[in-house]
């Protein structure tokens, strides 16, 4: 049974960082594409960022503007994204999420509807 376990999460002040971690068993890691996906209260979930299956390649929406970074170790069977400048905005819960088919370039237009495997999430509250 593949199992994603984010963690990481927390309340930060605005200006400030956090870096999310996600732990995964049950799958040979390094056969997924890896990504971050957030949803704020009353908002769709949407795409934050991907990562490929050797860590090669990322891939971000082009609204964060080089704050947050995915990366990933193989050894560990954990992605990471580190969240700097953080706003008020991006308060939300983030999920971790893998799949086997795609790439980190595909991962944004397929959105969540096309991943496979999912975390329960953890919350990232910005507030002053």
């Known amino acids: 049974q593949v199992q994603l376990v984010e963690s990481g999460g927390g309340l930060v002040q605005p200006g400030g960082s956090l870096r999310l971690s996600c732990e995964a068993s049950g799958v040979t890691f390094s056969t997924l594409t890896m990504g971050w996906f957030r949803q704020a209260p009353g908002k769709e979930r949407e795409f934050i960022a991907a990562?490929?299956?050797?860590?090669?390649?990322?891939d971000y929406p082009d609204f964060l503007a080089g704050r947050f970074t995915i990366d990933r170790d193989n050894a560990k069977n954990t992605i990471y994204l580190q969240m700097n400048n953080l706003k008020l905005e991006d308060t939300a819960v983030y999920y971790c999420?893998?799949?086997?088919?795609?790439?980190?370039?595909?991962?944004?237009?397929?959105?969540?509807?096309?991943?496979?495997?999912w975390g329960k999430g953890t919350l990232v509250t910005v507030s002053s």
């Open positions: 999420a893998g799949d086997a088919r795609g790439t980190a370039q595909t991962m944004r237009v397929v959105g969540p509807d096309g991943m496979t495997y």
């Open positions: 990562i490929s299956r050797t860590g090669g390649r990322v």
